[in-house]
């Protein structure tokens, strides 16, 4: 077996670095390597959709939108100093100690569940195709467990003729960053490095070490690191499922899950403590929507898994209750509208929110987009409002409140944005022209009484409490 430490005790201490792949996770730790590292080449594919980052990039400007608290200014530094160079030019890869792959892997399609690779095989088979003895090469990426020592350690190995633990240095670091906040969260969160073997891990960590801040380093192998950050989102997912599945318990029973939730989470310290989320209409973006499949993928893949043959996954199941959600918000729709007579096919349905988080203009896998399918499907007439989000695909928003309510047999609230906690029950009423249109709450933003008051018929997620007043006849 080759000694792989000597081979990088040869070749000396990381100076160079090479991110591929200029998106929200590879341009800020780009940036915060060039801080450490004599060089770092940040690596992008010249293509029509992202081509154009590499000139901003060069002349120090950050092609991320949104708000990146110190990420432009870093920039501008690593850039004047010389230290951060963008480039297309993937034979430059040879120049390098270290090179980290941060490429999407999303999935083909939500039915399939299938994650779609393509992308970051194509990154290794460039970084195999440059590759030198004693590199470290860290895939970053949210990738099945397993990932790291088959199909990646397989395409570097094919590509350069070399063998991933022995020749160079093998391992993963997972992203934890959140959009708005890339730079603190690479320097304060704990990182998770987990190489093919120990001199990849240690190699990994000297990579890393100089980058952070607050966080520490947690050492493991590189598949339970690929678990690790599947699981954390899966664990999440989890929490949530379990709130959403007590908030239906809850309005059979008839009783307000609020209520329940703080009597629970008044469990407090000594380690028995809680950990009580929020109920909603639907849980959407791009972590928690894939992460537990990758988590199954690669426990049934790896296997023999001893588990009860005739039991659903839990994680699985977590994903089927909070995917239930949106259908929930339909059938409250539905026998909220028929409390007045009305069917969705002679009904305007008012959506507000389109972005799967509050007070965001993401919209990746909204939950609100298949309620909106549903009705759309009975015939409702349909509009949505939305303050962060201006165009979403081919689906037509406004900004404008009033708009979106004016004639509305039902407003349905998805999204929990701050200005839909100051709707005025009467103002909406008079909107909509009737005296009791339907209001579906999904976030828990609105007060019941008032709007029940104003002649709302109303239904609140998780609101046994409310869910079945009189319709008042002021
Ligand atoms: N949601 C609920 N109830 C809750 C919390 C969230 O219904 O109590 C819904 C949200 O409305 C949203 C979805 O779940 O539709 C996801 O919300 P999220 O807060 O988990 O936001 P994400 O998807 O951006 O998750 C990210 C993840 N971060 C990374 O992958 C680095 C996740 O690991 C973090 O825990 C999460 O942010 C966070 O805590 O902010």
């Known amino acids: ?56 990039l060069n002349s120090g400007e950050s092609p991320l939108k949104g708000e990146e608290p110190g990420l432009e200014e870093l920039i501008k530094k690593v850039r004047k100093s010389e230290r951060f160079e963008a480039t297309s030019d993937f034979s430059r890869i040879t120049e390098v100690d270290a090179v980290t792959l941060a490429i999407q892997t999303p999935f083909k399609d939500n039915a399939s569940l299938e994650p779609d690779f393509s992308a970051l095989e194509e990154g290794l088979r460039q970084v195999g195709r440059y590759l030198k003895k004693g590199m470290l090469v860290v895939l970053e990426s949210t990738i099945t467990p397993g990932t ?27 992203e934890r960053v959140m959009v708005g906040r890339l730079i603190r969260n690479i320097q304060e969160h704990d990182r998770i490095v987990g190489g093919i073997n120990d001199a990849s ?48 318990y809850c309005e059979a029973m008839r009783i307000n899950v609020y209520d329940v939730r703080d009597g629970i989470d008044s469990l407090k310290g000594e380690g028995i403590t809680r950990a009580v989320l929020y109920p909603g209409a639907g849980v959407g973006g791009h972590c928690l929507t894939k992460d537990t499949y ?14 009860p043959s005739n039991v659903e996954s839990l994680y699985v199941v977590a994903r089927k209750i909070n995917d239930f959600m949106p259908q929930h918000m339909y059938n409250l729709t539905v026998e909220a509208l028929s409390r007045s007579g009305k069917k969705l096919k002679d009904s305007k349905v008012a959506i507000l929110g389109w972005a799967f988080i509050n007070n965001s203009d993401d919209t990746r896998n909204t939950p609100s987009e298949p309620y909106y399918l549903k009705i759309m499907e009975q015939g409702a007439a349909v509009s949505i409002h939305d303050p962060y989000v201006s165009e979403s695909s081919a689906i037509k928003l406004t900004q404008d409140i009033e708009e979106a309510v004016k004639d509305a047999t039902a407003v349905v609230i998805f999204t929990g944005h701050k200005q839909y906690f100051e709707l005025n029950a009467g103002k909406i009423r008079k909107l909509t022209g009737l005296p009791h249109p339907v209001i579906i709450d999904g976030r828990n933003v609105i007060d019941p009484d008032a709007f029940i008051k104003e002649g709302f018929i109303y239904r609140g997620i998780g609101r046994g409490d409310k869910n079945n007043h009189e319709i008042s006849s002021s």
């Open 1 to 56: 077996m080759k000694d792989l430490k000597k081979i990088l005790d040869n070749r000396g201490g990381i100076k160079k670095v090479g991110v591929i792949g200029m998106g929200y996770v590879g341009i800020p730790s780009a940036v915060l390597f060039a801080e450490h590292f004599d060089l770092v080449l940040g690596f992008q594919r010249d293509s029509p959709s992202s081509g154009y980052k590499i000139e901003m």
């Open 148 to 174: 790291t020592t088959g199909l990646a350690t397989d395409i570097l190995n094919k590509e350069s003729g070399l063998v991933a633990g022995e020749d160079f240095a093998l391992a993963h670091a997972p």
């Open 201 to 248: 891990t240690l190699r990994a960590i000297e990579l890393y070490e100089p980058i952070l801040t607050k966080g520490k380093i947690i050492a493991m192998d590189s598949t339970a690191a690929e678990a690790t950050k599947t699981a954390e989102n899966t664990f999440r997912d989890l929490q949530i499922a379990a709130i959403n599945e007590l908030a239906l």
């Open 294 to 307: 990758h988590l199954e993928r690669g426990a049934r893949m790896a296997g023999p898994l001893d588990f």
